[in-house]
């Protein structure tokens, strides 16, 4: 006769058990059982045998737990980094997120023209006002800058060569470097110049009759210093116009409005480039613009219709989520006075350095008592804007400083709050930086902490991607 082995509980009577009942209201039966099956079998193969039925449903819930709950999450950006690419770079402004979820959630007119009751272009809710915003014949729009570089490229220089400087051969983030990108779109890179220094000549002494178009890409997330010389976007496309072929400027950033207003480092707008005879500019939509991760094509009539002809236009649209809430941030440029009010990203960082630092000596009496034998101090620290925006000016900041050793411990309890805190760790202290705690922000931030004084100092943290769910 065959023994059997296990004391483990049946499937059947986990199901039955009374505690299991509110699981089954919550995931319905098919996940319950799928998890009580795969605790069960954990339990055999780790030779965890007996154990009250309680303690298997609790288990059983906590696995439930994690598995429903949402992987991607909101966070506290406190590592200085405004616009971080990681952390999904600029927050939008609440009317613009609600446009987008309203558009998600319902038939739109997205491409349907209420006048006339026949089909009509998803560009033409965005188009007319980034004319109006740039100076720009004609703007469409797709899914990020490197999908509008690529399709610019591919439009204008299909097998033709392209001369840009070796200067501006960049990468950003190490997904888009500038050489893979425009074999990808299927044009031969001609490099000119030098790393330091590209003079009109070298230019000139590239073209050639398998010359497509000449491409300027803004020096985003470094800086040349020193000995250097480059051809300004106005003596680039005199050469361009003399050749016979377009000028494509990469701008990245790509501010709408001068940023000096708000004492920020100075940023090339699609408007200058355009007068300075660009015919064609591109630019993301979630760095300096605030808006929602999005590529901005800007320029002459007889580009922006080549491109929209161009059957990869199809494969790199933007969703109409994203075009809401594209509308809703245009539209507020339209208002250049409540700018840095209404648009987080430019309030963020046109942010007073007083008004972080009261938010910084707010919290720091939180964190102090929860790590009361650590030196945590409030200090002066240099945010930077990120997404490869004006790398080397750097915003004066505060931020809480937590000394000590094992400071991983500590970022780690950090990272497994409900809402979890992302900091940075440098010079042997973890780095708390209160830009982007804006006041509405703060009581969340120290209402979490009150709770957690249960967990020990850079003890373990609490399961990440687990929701307030008790079973029971
Ligand atoms: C950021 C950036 C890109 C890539 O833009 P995404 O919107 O991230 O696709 C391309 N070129 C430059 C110069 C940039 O700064």
């Not at 609600?98 to 558009?103: F, G, I, R, S």
């Not at 000590?404 to 497994?416: F, M, P, S």
């Amino acid at each position: 006769m065959v023994q059997n082995v296990s004391p483990l509980p049946s499937v059947d009577s986990l199901l039955r058990a009374p505690e299991t009942e509110v699981l089954l209201t919550r995931f319905g039966r098919t996940a319950v059982t799928a998890v009580l099956r795969e605790t069960l079998s954990a339990r055999r193969a780790a030779r965890a045998f007996g154990g009250p039925a309680g303690e298997i449903i609790e288990q059983a819930a906590d696995h439930l737990a994690a598995r429903f709950a949402r992987s991607q999450r909101p966070v506290f950006n406190m590592t200085g980094t405004v616009l971080h690419t990681n952390l999904g770079r600029s927050p939008l402004p609440w009317e613009a997120a609600e446009a987008a979820a309203e558009a998600l959630r319902s038939a739109t007119t997205l491409e349907f023209d209420l006048a006339t009751g026949h089909r009509g272009d998803r560009d033409d809710h965005v188009e007319g006002l980034l004319c109006q915003l740039t100076g720009a014949e004609a703007a469409t729009v797709v899914n990020n800058n490197a999908a509008a570089v690529m399709l610019v490229l591919n439009t204008l220089a299909l097998g033709k060569e392209v001369p840009v400087s070796r200067g501006e051969l960049i990468e950003i983030g190490g997904a888009f470097r500038v050489p893979d990108i425009m074999s990808r779109a299927g044009v031969i890179l001609k490099e000119v110049g030098t790393t330091n220094r590209t003079h009109p000549r070298d230019y000139v002494g590239a073209i050639g009759p398998q010359t497509g178009a000449l491409m300027r890409v803004h020096q985003a997330n470094y800086a040349i210093v020193g000995f250097t010389a480059m051809v300004p976007t106005g003596i680039l496309s005199g050469i361009a116009r003399d050749a016979g072929v377009p000028l494509i400027e990469d701008l990245g950033s790509g501010s709408l409005v001068d940023l000096e207003q708000w004492n920020l480092p100075h940023e090339p707008t699609p408007r200058e480039s355009l007068q300075a005879g660009a015919d064609v500019v591109t630019f993301s939509g979630d760095k300096l613009l605030g808006g929602p991760q999005a590529g901005l094509i800007v320029g002459h009539k007889s580009v922006i219709s080549a491109i929209n002809r161009n059957p990869l236009k199809r494969a790199l649209r933007l969703d109409k989520g994203r075009l809401a809430a594209l509308e809703v941030v245009l539209r507020m440029y339209l208002d250049p006075d409540h700018l840095a009010e209404r648009i987080p990203a430019l309030r963020l960082l046109a942010r007073p350095e007083a008004d972080i630092r009261a938010t910084a000596e707010r919290i720091h009496t939180v964190i102090a008592s929860r790590w009361p034998d650590r030196e945590i101090t409030v200090e002066p620290c240099r945010s930077q804007i990120g997404s490869g925006a004006l790398p080397v000016d750097l915003l004066p900041s505060a931020a809480v400083m937590v000394g000590g050793k094992q400071l991983e411990n500590i970022a780690k309890t950090l990272r497994g709050l409900p809402r979890p805190v992302i900091g940075r760790v440098a010079r042997g202290r973890l780095i708390l930086d209160c830009r982007c705690l804006e006041s509405g922000d703060e009581a969340t931030f120290i209402a979490q902490f009150a709770q957690g004084k249960d967990t020990a100092d850079g003890g373990e943290a609490a399961p990440v991607g687990r929701p307030d769910f008790k079973p029971g």
